[in-house]
């Protein structure tokens, strides 16, 4: 199969996905009268639930991972394939729950993005953005399979993304980090009131250097960018 082809497929696993857990999700709120999830106390009803929520993220992960594994010929390729599933199954989630209605209204809508670790919070833009970053290096990395050139981050480059992965993971998580800071054990009944766009923002601006730098490869070639930072 072509890297194209490869890479349509890994779309396509990952729409009908987004399409499946954005309807269950519509479900299941319906169920409890919970379509909104900024609201208090927004984890599972039930605490006997928190748990299968977190194994049931972790499950995403695999199977996303499984997907990019399947597709890929390589290291480079499917940790490639797997950031195109990862994000394209995170926007388009959000999009179908739109579709479906009546919530999000707005790309500002604060979501429950994930409890691994602990409570990820945020508006939606914030995590739609850095989805959008990976599928844009995914294709990089494609593309760059499809012409036979090997392009890759460089060590720099993976370091800036890493720093900014890891603030953007504190601003998702500061609220809950706090808690836990003074005390508090109901992590649940969480509820942040504001984005620290000050550190997002920055941190959005290092995750973004590693797809500049796979950009400018392709164009320019790989002499013209520096030496790549992890072997084919």
């Not at 999009?95 to 707005?106: D, E, H, S, Y």
């Not at 953005?129 to 480059?157: D, Y």
């Not at 550190?199 to 790989?222: H, K, N, T, W």
Request: hydrophobic share 55%; glycine share 8%; proline share 7%.
């Amino acid at each position: 199969m072509k890297h194209w082809a490869r890479w349509t497929a890994v779309v396509l696993f990952a729409t009908a996905m987004a399409w499946m857990e954005a309807a269950t999700v519509v479900y299941l709120r319906t169920l409890v009268g919970r379509l909104e999830p900024y609201q208090a106390n927004p984890l599972p009803i039930d605490p006997h639930l928190s748990w299968v929520e977190v194994v049931r993220e972790a499950a995403t992960l695999l199977m996303l991972g499984t997907a990019g594994w399947l597709a890929g010929r390589n290291g480079r390729s499917r940790f490639a394939y797997f950031l195109l599933a990862f994000g394209v199954w995170d926007i388009l989630y959000y999009v179908f729950l739109a579709v479906i209605g009546p919530w999000p209204r707005t790309v500002v809508d604060w979501d429950i993005l994930f409890l691994i670790p602990l409570p990820w919070w945020g508006p939606l833009i914030a995590p739609a953005s850095i989805a959008a970053l990976m599928v844009l290096g995914a294709t990089c990395v494609v593309l760059g399979e499809e012409q036979g050139r090997k392009t890759w981050p460089s060590r720099r480059a993976w370091t800036l993304n890493l720093t900014g992965a890891a603030l953007a993971l504190g601003v998702f998580m500061q609220d809950a980090v706090l808690a836990l800071a003074t005390g508090s054990s109901r992590l649940e009944a969480v509820l942040p009131t504001t984005f620290n766009w000050p550190v997002f923002l920055p941190a959005l601006a290092m995750m973004a250097v590693p797809v500049v730098e796979l950009a400018r490869q392709l164009l320019l070639g790989p002499t013209q960018t520096g030496e790549t930072g992890i072997a084919a």
